[in-house]
């Protein structure tokens, strides 16, 4: 059975968009770069350090000693890419309680034409308060930054042995290393990263305050909303997926389409039909756009 989203719920939800689009894909990845850029200048002073000789065959010496010093910088590029994403990460929630206030009110009147019970303070302590969101957030934080740590040695490291093998230069050696291309991959990895915290800190601050209403309001439900229209179900698990939706851009992937107009009450996962995979809340990729909405269905129309 679908639900139609009325119009102001619909305007709200394209701005939120545009303004979380702006944060996560501005200030939240300008914060990341910094991070890999301030990475790659502490190298290069390490290894201008070295005091490597210019012209001369760049050997398994130096490049032990070079292979020391980015031991050095990634392990102070983790420290900072954890401090930003943290950051990202309290953008997002901060956004998160407002938008979620404003999505139950919006709803409340669009839906029952009344003003929703719970104030913004309450929302606040809902997102902010959760202990165990907290303690999730930190873990994806570690496990987030050793791995992009980890993957920028391996990459560097591996350009380091090229030169080696080839025979070059001391300067063709660390040309090579401090490169722009060398680290416009590290660039773009760190903005997926930011992208996807910051959409995965929004939507669990969104949940968690969706479900602390929906708990005291038997008809509200949440919805899966992607970049698409149509079609939409209000299922239990068991009813039958009416088919793929229409995409509203070329972003928009097939798993995502499979999760769009999908409702939920409190502690039900959403689930791609097709995969069997569930999540609590988007994203489910990176630099997925999804968000969750607050409707009302009725138990009339639910039982139809």
């Known amino acids: ?59 398994l010496y130096q490049h032990q000693q070079v292979v020391v010093q980015l031991d050095l910088v990634e392990r102070a590029l983790v420290r900072q890419l954890g401090g930003s994403l943290a950051e990202v990460r309290r953008m997002a929630r901060d956004q998160s309680v407002h938008d979620a206030f404003d999505g139950l009110r919006a709803a409340s009147r669009s839906f029952r034409m009344a003003e929703f019970a719970v104030p913004l303070p309450e929302v606040t302590r809902l997102v902010k308060g959760d202990s165990k969101l907290r303690t999730v957030e930190e873990r994806r934080i570690k496990q987030g930054t050793q791995k992009y740590g980890i993957a920028t040695v391996q990459r560097i490291e591996q350009t380091l042995a090229q030169s080696l093998l080839m025979g070059e230069s001391t300067d063709a050696a660390t040309r090579r290393v401090l490169a722009l291309d060398t680290w416009a991959d590290r660039y ?37 909303h992607e970049h698409a229209r149509g079609p ?73």
């Open 232 to 304: 939409q179900w209000a299922g239990p698990k068991d009813k039958a997926w009416p088919g793929m939706a229409a995409p509203l851009d070329d972003r928009v992937a097939d798993d995502s389409l499979r999760l769009h107009g999908q409702l939920r009450r409190p502690g039900q996962l959403f689930v791609d039909p097709e995969t069997g995979k569930r999540y609590a809340h988007p994203p489910n990729r990176p630099n997925d756009r999804a968000t969750l909405i607050p409707v009302y269905v009725p138990k009339a129309r639910k039982a139809a």
């Open 1 to 59: 059975m679908a639900v139609a989203l009325p119009e102001e719920l619909k305007k709200l939800l394209d701005l939120q968009q545009k303004r979380i689009a702006s944060m996560r894909d501005k200030r939240s990845t300008s914060l990341l770069r910094e991070a890999v850029t301030e990475a790659r200048n502490a190298l290069r002073k390490r290894i201008d350090a070295l005091k490597l000789s210019a012209g001369s065959p760049f050997t």
């Open 188 to 224: 773009s990895s760190a903005e997926r990263i930011a992208r996807t915290e910051f959409s995965e800190a929004y939507n669990a601050g969104k949940r968690t305050a969706f479900d602390e209403a929906a708990r005291q309001d038997p008809e509200l439900w949440l919805m899966w």
